[in-house]
Nanobody, 124 residues
Framework: VQLQASGGGLVQAGGSLRLACSASGTIYSSYVMGWSRQAPGKEREFVAAVRWRLNSKYYADSVKGRFAISRDAATNTVYLQMNSLEPEDTAIYHC??????????????????WGQGTQVTVSS
């Protein structure tokens, strides 16, 4: 499966952005689709994930209540709605696919496919 992320940009603190991750190929019911981010000089950080079959959603504590992940099974697209953005949210955001849920969604190593990333910059 190939993943294409889009929707990043420059926004002021308190603003909103919606990222989209379009998947080519089949997304099976066992898949977990996730978003991670990496800021300059920092390690990659889990942001959010959704289990495709159950539509169960998971969030990092740092984004709970501000970000919302959703999926559109008809178009094989995963969205990340980001509200109340803060300068600390500045990073490159990557979408990723884990082909088989293994009991956790938080580790980067479990995701086999990655998109190219989209830059999100939040100014203060």
């Amino acid at each position: 499966v190939q993943l294409q992320a889009s929707g990043g940009g420059l926004v002021q603190a308190g603003g909103s952005l919606r990222l989209a991750c379009s998947a080519s190929g089949t997304i099976y019911s066992s898949y977990v689709m996730g978003w991670s981010r990496q800021a300059p000089g920092k390690e990659r950080e889990f942001v959010a994930a959704v289990r495709w079959r159950l539509n169960s959603k998971y969030y990092a504590d740092s984004v709970k209540g501000r970000f919302a992940i959703s999926r559109d099974a008809a178009t094989n697209t995963v969205y990340l709605q980001m509200n109340s953005l803060e300068p600390e949210d500045t990073a490159i955001y990557h979408c990723a696919a884990d082909t088989a849920y293994s009991g956790s969604v938080y580790g980067s190593d479990q995701y086999e496919y990655w998109g190219q990333g989209t830059q999100v910059t939040v100014s203060s």
